[in-house]
C-alpha cells in the first residue's frame, strides 16, 4: 500500500479557483429560485395589462388616442382581458404607471417599497419601518405567549392520557374558527373590562400559534425510540428526569420547525387584531388606510412588507435553531 497521503478535496487549487468553484456552486443553488422569481415577475407584469385595461383606455381617450371600444359604457361590459384584446397598444402602454392601478406593476411597488423605508425617516407616519415595528411588538409578545402555552399543552398532553384524550381534539377544533370572526370578539370583551393596546392583539396572535408548536412539540416528545424510554426505566429516571434528559433533547429539531410557522402565523394574528381597533399606526392599519382611499400601490407595499418581516423572523429562528442544535452535537 502506497504511504502517500490523500490529497484534501480542493488541494491544489488556488485561491481564484477556489472562489470560482463557490460562486459556481452558489449559481447552482440560486439558479432555479432566480428563474422562479423572474417567472412570477414576468407573469405579474402580463396580469397588469388586462387587470388595468379599464383606466389604460380612459386615460389613452384623455390623451387623445383613438381607443376600441370608443364608448365608456361598451368598455364597463366587457373584460378586462377583452379589452386589451381589443385596444393592444393603448392597453399595454398605458398598464404600468397608473396612480391608482387596480394591479400595480412589480416595479411601483419596489419604488413605494423604497420610498417608505429608506427615503422617510423612521419617525415620519408614512415610514414602513415604523409601521412594522409597531406591528412587531404585538406579534412577539403573542409568539412568546402562544408558543409556551403550546409547550406546556404538548409536555401535558403526552404525559397524561387523559389531556391526550380531552385537550387535544379541542386544540384542534379551535384552529376552524376563523381568526376574522374571532378577533372582534377578543378586541371587545378585552375592551370592556379596560384591557387595551398591545395585549388584545397579542392574544390574538398567542391564538395562533400555540396550535403548530404544540402539534410539533407532541411529535417531538414522541420521537425518542422505545428502546431508549426502557433504558431510562431501567436506571430508575423519573419522568421530570426523562422529560429533561431524553424527550426534550429529541424534540428540539420539532420544536424549531413549528416555531418557524408560528411567528409567521403571530405577525398575522397581529395584522388582524388591528383590523376592528381602527388603529392609525401599524401594518394592518397602513392596509386599512390604502383600502379606503384607493391606494393599492400603498396595499401592496404594505403587503410585502409583512412578507419580509416575516421572513427576517423565521431566519432568526433558523439561525438560533443551527446554533443550538450545533452546540448539542445534534447536527
Same mark, same amino acid.
Given at each position: 500500500m502506497s504511504d502517500t497521503p490523500l490529497s484534501a478535496p480542493g488541494a491544489g487549487i488556488g485561491r481564484s479557483g477556489k472562489v470560482a468553484l463557490a460562486l459556481r456552486g452558489t449559481a447552482r443553488r440560486a439558479g432555479p429560485v432566480l428563474a422562479v422569481v423572474v417567472a412570477l415577475i414576468g407573469l405579474w407584469y402580463l396580469a397588469c395589462i388586462p387587470m388595468n385595461a379599464q383606466n389604460s383606455l380612459l386615460l389613452a381617450e384623455r390623451a387623445g388616442?383613438?381607443?376600441?371600444?370608443?364608448?365608456?359604457?361598451?368598455?364597463?361590459?366587457?373584460?378586462?382581458?377583452?379589452?386589451?384584446?381589443?385596444?393592444?397598444?393603448?392597453?399595454v402602454e398605458h398598464a404600468f404607471a397608473q396612480d391608482r392601478p387596480r394591479l400595480p406593476s412589480p416595479h411601483q411597488v419596489a419604488v413605494e417599497l423604497w420610498d417608505s423605508t429608506v427615503d422617510k425617516k423612521i419617525t415620519s407616519k408614512r415610514s414602513l419601518v415604523r409601521h412594522a415595528g409597531i406591528t412587531?411588538? *404585538?406579534?412577539? /409578545?403573542?409568539?412568546?405567549?402562544?408558543?409556551? +402555552?403550546?409547550i406546556a399543552l404538548a409536555v401535558g398532553i403526552v404525559h397524561s392520557r387523559l389531556m391526550d384524550l380531552s385537550v387535544m381534539p379541542w386544540a384542534i377544533a379551535s384552529q376552524t374558527i376563523p381568526i376574522l370572526a374571532i378577533a372582534p370578539m377578543i378586541i371587545v370583551v378585552l375592551n370592556s373590562?379596560?384591557?387595551?393596546g398591545v395585549l388584545p392583539k397579542a392574544i390574538i396572535s398567542?391564538?395562533?400559534?400555540?396550535?403548530?408548536?404544540t402539534v410539533g412539540m407532541v411529535k417531538g416528545l414522541r420521537a425518542p425510540a *422505545?428502546?431508549? /424510554?426502557?433504558?431510562?426505566?431501567?436506571?430508575? +429516571?423519573s419522568g421530570l428526569r426523562t422529560l429533561v434528559s431524553l424527550r426534550l433533547p429529541s424534540s428540539l429539531p420539532y420544536l424549531f420547525a413549528s416555531l418557524k410557522i408560528a411567528v409567521a402565523a403571530a405577525l398575522v394574528g397581529a395584522i388582524v387584531g388591528e383590523f376592528p381597533t381602527g388603529a392609525v399606526s401599524g401594518l394592518g392599519a397602513r392596509l386599512l388606510a390604502g383600502s379606503y382611499y384607493g391606494q393599492t400601490i400603498q396595499i401592496w407595499s404594505a403587503l410585502f412588507g409583512a412578507a419580509i418581516v416575516a421572513a427576517l423572523l423565521v431566519a432568526a429562528i433558523g439561525l438560533t435553531e443551527r446554533v443550538t442544535l450545533k452546540r448539542m452535537g445534534l447536527t
Open positions: 388616442e383613438t381607443v376600441t371600444p370608443a364608448t365608456a359604457a361598451e368598455r364597463r361590459s366587457m373584460s378586462g382581458l377583452a379589452l386589451a384584446l381589443a385596444s393592444p397598444g393603448a392597453a412587531l411588538a *404585538p406579534t412577539l /409578545l403573542g409568539f412568546v405567549i402562544g408558543s409556551l +402555552a403550546g373590562v379596560g384591557i387595551q398567542a391564538y395562533l400559534s400555540f396550535f403548530p408548536v *422505545p428502546a431508549d /424510554l426502557d433504558l431510562m426505566r431501567t436506571w430508575n +429516571a
